[in-house]
């Protein structure tokens, strides 16, 4: 068994822009990398005889092992991030020169499906915190295409908060997915997709959920019109929620995790038992 903390060179396969700053890297790994969805990688970049290492969470499937995705956002003052959009990193990556080189270790993470759970579950991922999300709908899409009649009936609420609706990674997938379980009722894994966006104000022809994904979790105003789309999903989750029919799993910056856990306890969720965490950055 391979120790979490063996390094395993990493290749930068592909960078897939979603907006600036902010894509989806394929690494292709020199040895098998196992893990369960929901756990993080460390990944180390060293250029110039500096070594920098930080977690992110993965979002490729438990069945690729080869291969590592994960769901990067720039910090334009951070230490590690501004080298993957660096010219000369990049550069020395693809060229394979030795003053530049990438590895990870790992996985580490408790963030994960509770498999024996038979509560249907609702994800909620900020900014690049959908990645755990992604990870997890990949491997439990994986399984109910591999015996769609043995599948246990799940429905999942993926809610994705982003700026824009540019900035939605992963929509094309999660909104195929939602389409799938649309097109066939009786898919025993539904998914509903519920992306939100909370500068919508500069993308007037984004007409789908406005605000923060936390707010889906406020108490309607009494007197609401019905047409607003906010209104119409805040009033379904406080009728649908309960504990004892819902898990929810909540991952990103750590006001919407905060925020979201918040507004659950009002509705009888507790931490650890029915809402699970993972915080990024304060
Ligand atoms: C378990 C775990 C999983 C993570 N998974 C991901 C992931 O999937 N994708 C991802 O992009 N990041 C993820 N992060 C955050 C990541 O580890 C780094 O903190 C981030 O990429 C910034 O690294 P940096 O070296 O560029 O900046 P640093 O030098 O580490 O940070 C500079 C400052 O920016 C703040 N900061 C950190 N991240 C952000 C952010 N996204 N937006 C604004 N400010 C920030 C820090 O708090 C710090 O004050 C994860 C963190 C944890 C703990």
Redesign the pocket.
Known sequence: MKSPDTRIPARLQARLDIVKGLAIFRFALDRDFHFLSGQ?ATLWLTHHDRT?P????I?SSPSETRVLE??????E??????SLWSREVLRNLKSGSPETSLSITGPR?R?LLERDDPRDLVFVGS???V??FISMTRALNEEYLASPNNFRPRKIFIIHGARSARSLGYHRELERLAGESLREPGRRLSIVYLPTVSRAQFEPEWKGLKGRAESLFEDPPTEGSPLELEVTVRRMFQYLLRPETHAVYVCG?AGTVDNVAEALRHRGFKLNRDIKR?????
């Open positions: 993080y920098i930080r977690p992110y969470s979002a994960l769901y990067i956002s720039k910090v003052e951070g230490e590690l991030t501004p993470g963030f900014g690049t915190g990645a755990p910056h993972e915080k990024y950055y304060a």
